[in-house]
Each structure stands twice: as structure tokens, then as C-alpha cells.
């Protein structure tokens, strides 16, 4: 969720999904009009984790996960991506001092990297955010589709019950495209419990075309029974 995105999710607010947010006071003017998603704060660092979930219980901002999005950029401290299983050890304290779900999203090279880790950070989750815009460079077809349940299973190996949701990205390189997206969503939705729309880079010569893009996703995935 966006700010200029919250008109698009509203609008299709009888249509529970997964909705993620960074930004605590964005939580707090809209999470309360989307009773029945799956409201998700997010947070790169452990204590950035620890602050916004203690901020919300404050608020009484209603939510049912936290999400710790581990990456090796400045947002998350080395001693935490060098220590993957330990770091979500304690992100799954985190969650747990606060009743709530734990929502995984570490980044893709990173786990690239370190797929023994899959498993065992995966048995500590409830939910799982495979970021999949690396894998992006594969067109929506066999090869994308091969690589996305691979992981998929080395998620799963960990944790059978997990829900996993793929997050299919609007690239940054290119002008955004909704029936891309929509190609991406079609050849793995059997293989997932469900897809996340995300937006790599928000320029503001392109945040009209992004949020047409996301509004006509919406329209598409909100049409289906």
C-alpha cells in the first residue's frame, strides 16, 4: 500500500487479499477500512520490527502479521543477514510477544545465497513473501514457472502448513504492464496460496501509469469467482 495506491485497494476492499505496509501511519488511517485482509506491517531490522509493533499496540491500529524483510541493504544490520535462522528466531519472538502472525520476506539474492536456510526459517514462519523479480528475467512461461516452484519446495520442506505468497514486481526498467503481470500470475497461481503485487522503484513522472496498471490488476484479479 501506497498512498496513491489507497483509492485502487478500497475500491476493492470487499475483496480480502494481502496487504503490506511500511509505513506505520499509513496503517493507522486505512488498516481499520480493510477489516478481513491480511494486514501486514513490514520492517527491514529486527528493531524496526520491535518499534512499529509497540507503536501499533499503542494505536490499537488493527493488524495480523508482522513482516521482517531481511536484505543485505542499509536498512538491515549485517549481524542480521549473516545470521539468518537466529534473526528470524527473533523475529518470530517478536511476533509472538505480540500475538501476531510472522510473515517472512527476505531478499531473493540473499536467499540465492543461503538456500540451506530456507527451510529452517521457514519452520519459525506462518507466511512466506517469495520475492520473485529476479526471476523476472525470464519471461511469464516454463522457465519462470520452473524456477518459482523449486523454491516453492524449499520453502515448503521446511514447513508444509506455510502460506506462500509470490510477489510478482512491477519492473523498474521497463514501463509498467498489467497483462505482464497478469501472464507472470497465471503460470504459478496453482503453486502458491496467493500473488502480491509489487512496485520496485515509485518515480513521480510514472506514478500515473503505476497506478493505472495497479487499478487494472485489481479490476482483472477482482473479477475472477
Not at 174 to 183: M, N, Q, S
Not at 186 to 197: H, K, S
Request: glycine fraction near 8%; proline fraction near 6%.
Amino acid at each position: 500500500m501506497r498512498e496513491e495506491t489507497v483509492p485502487v485497494l478500497l475500491a476493492y476492499a470487499d475483496r480480502p487479499g494481502l496487504v503490506m505496509v511500511a509505513s506505520s501511519q499509513l496503517a493507522e488511517a486505512h488498516f481499520a477500512q480493510i477489516d478481513g485482509w491480511i494486514r501486514v506491517l513490514g520492517a527491514p531490522s529486527l528493531a524496526a520490527l520491535e518499534e512499529k509493533a509497540a507503536r501499533a499496540e499503542r494505536q490499537g491500529t488493527p493488524y495480523e502479521a508482522l513482516a521482517y524483510g531481511l536484505e543485505t541493504g542499509e536498512g538491515t544490520p549485517a549481524e542480521e543477514w549473516n545470521d539468518l535462522v537466529g534473526s528470524t528466531e527473533r523475529a518470530r519472538a517478536v511476533a509472538d510477544r505480540y500475538g501476531k502472525l510472522l510473515l517472512m520476506g527476505p531478499g531473493f539474492r540473499l536467499m540465492s545465497e543461503n538456500e540451506a536456510a530456507y527451510a529452517p526459517m521457514a519452520a519459525l514462519a506462518d507466511i512466506w513473501m517469495l520475492q520473485t523479480q529476479q526471476l523476472q528475467k525470464e519471461p511469464p512461461g516454463p522457465g519462470y514457472r520452473r524456477e518459482v516452484e523449486r523454491v516453492v519446495g524449499l520453502i515448503r520442506a521446511g514447513n508444509p502448513d506455510i502460506a506462500v505468497w509470490a510477489q510478482i514486481t512491477l519492473p523498474p526498467d521497463r514501463e509498467p504492464d498489467a497483462v505482464e503481470w497478469l501472464a507472470y500470475r497465471d503460470v504459478i497461481a496453482d503453486l502458491v496460496d496467493g500473488t502480491y503485487l509489487g512496485v520496485y522503484t515509485w518515480r513521480t513522472e510514472k506514478a500515473s501509469a503505476l497506478v493505472s496498471t495497479v487499478a487494472t490488476v485489481f479490476e482483472k484479479c477482482g473479477s475472477e469467482e
